[in-house]
Each structure stands twice: as C-alpha cells, then as structure tokens.
C-alpha cells in the first residue's frame, strides 16, 4: 500500500523533473508544457519560477516589437507567424500560472521592500 509520504515524495520527485523541464525550456511550446505540469502540481515555488522564465519571454517579446510592426508592414502571415503564435503561447503559459498566483492572499505574497526580501 502507498503511504502520505510516498505519494508526498513522487511529487517532489516530479516537481524536481519539471523544474528541470523549465530549465532546459527552448520553445515557448517547451514553457507552455512546462506551465501546464506546474498548475497540475500547484507548488507555488514552481509556479513562481515559471512565472519568472515568462516574465523573461515576454520581456524579450517586447523588445523586438518594434520588428514584428515593420515585419506587418510587409507580410501580415509572417507577422502572424511570428507575433500572433508568439503572444498565443505567452498567454497560454500565463493562463496556467497568473491567475494561482496573483489570487493569493497579500500575505502569501513576499514584501519587496521587507529586509527578508533583499539577498
């Protein structure tokens, strides 16, 4: 028979194989699966941490956006290929992850301004 502490140690095991998962990511396809296993899990350390490698995605996204507005001056598929597809799995990801987190309750959520926040 599986006791508590099996079954609590298969799924640190497996949130220790997606935390893995997240690290080797290289497609937002990769995150999007990554996001999904993390909401499965609904560890809040691994939901954070995906939330952090979105906020890196989006950010880089972002940047380029200048690029995808010239891009839609010439071809709206390829700027639907490359932006739409992109913003599509972004917001995929998030739909996993953002809304676990941003319901937490305020204390739940670490003081950026506490000393116990600061390295």
């Given at each position: ?18 935390g893995m998962a997240l690290e080797a990511a290289t497609t937002l396809e990769e995150l999007v699966d990554c996001a999904k296993a ?82």
């Open positions: 028979m599986t006791t508590i502490s099996d079954l609590e140690q298969t799924q640190r095991g497996i949130e220790e194989l997606v993390a909401a499965s899990l609904g560890g809040r350390d691994l939901l954070e941490r995906v939330a952090e490698r979105l906020h890196i995605e989006v950010t880089r996204a972002t940047a380029s956006s200048g690029a995808w507005a010239a891009e839609l001056t010439y071809s709206k598929v390829d700027a639907w290929q490359q932006t739409g597809h992109q913003a599509r799995l972004l917001a995929e990801a998030w739909g996993h992850v953002g809304p676990t987190l941003l319901a937490a309750p305020a204390s739940a959520r670490p003081n950026p301004r506490s000393p116990a926040a600061t390295p």
